[in-house]
């Protein structure tokens, strides 16, 4: 298949795809956040939210081997978007998903784009928080009913995730399960990532304004 229908197809595809996508985010942490935090649900409602989370699974598993089939790499697509794989493999990250949305509602409503600066504070924003309460979830599940627990209740888990994903880590409360560290190393990673774009942004923005600012005011004496 030709390079260029390859691209035409994959980007008709992505587009295509952005809108039920951000849909199965939105479904998945729902469902997710009802199965953790509603304790003692009848089996046929718990059965219920099992389904829909894995029917929202099944959207992301769809889209990697559509886009799979579009690249003609075989094996290749794995390594060259490795990315797309982990976040198909981690559902911790699906949340972030939603954050797609802003631009499919723009582009149908044609109306104006933040800037550049904008949208990569606001994206980084949104995906902290998602990326956050997803994890706090996780932590949660994990950790409130092992023994010596510290993180026992879904505030105490919100706390932690908070200054985890800051970096101030007080140490109050800690994760002490092997699935709570794991879900633990993934949002310090992010965290600096996501954090590192908001003020790295925020820092390039104030530049750009200081120096238009001397610019318009001309060289000293002048």
């Known amino acids: 298949m030709d ?4 691209t035409q197809r994959w980007n008709r595809w992505e587009g295509r795809a952005a809108l039920p996508l951000g849909i199965a985010s939105l ?13 003692g649900l009848p089996p046929g409602l718990d059965d219920v939210l099992r389904a829909v989370i894995g029917a929202a699974w099944t959207v992301f598993v769809v889209d990697y081997a559509v886009h799979w089939r579009l690249s003609g790499r075989g094996l290749g697509f794995v390594t060259s978007h490795w990315l797309d794989t982990l976040v198909m493999l981690l559902p911790l990250l699906w949340p972030v998903r939603i954050v797609r949305l802003y631009d499919v509602v723009q582009r149908r409503r044609g109306g104006a784009r933040l800037t550049l600066h904008a949208r990569v504070m606001f994206y980084a924003s949104v995906s902290t ?3 956050g309460f997803a994890g706090a979830l996780a932590v949660y599940q994990a950790e409130h009913a092992a023994p ?3 993180i026992r ?13 800051t970096t101030v880590g007080y ?7 092997p699935r709570g560290r794991v879900v ?10 996501l954090l590192g774009a908001i003020t790295g942004s925020f820092s390039s923005l104030l530049v750009q304004r200081f120096a238009r600012g001397v610019d318009e005011e001309g060289p000293p004496g002048s």
């Open 148 to 150: 010596h627990a510290t």
């Open 129 to 131: 928080a998602l990326l």
């Open 3 to 6: 390079d260029d229908i390859r």
């Open 27 to 39: 479904v998945y942490l729902g469902g997710y956040a009802a199965h953790v935090l509603a304790q």
């Open 171 to 177: 140490g109050d409360v800690v994760p002490v399960t």
């Open 184 to 193: 633990a190393v993934g949002l310090m990673a992010c965290g600096l990532a």
């Open 153 to 165: 209740t879904f505030g105490d888990s919100v706390w932690w995730t908070c200054s985890t994903l």
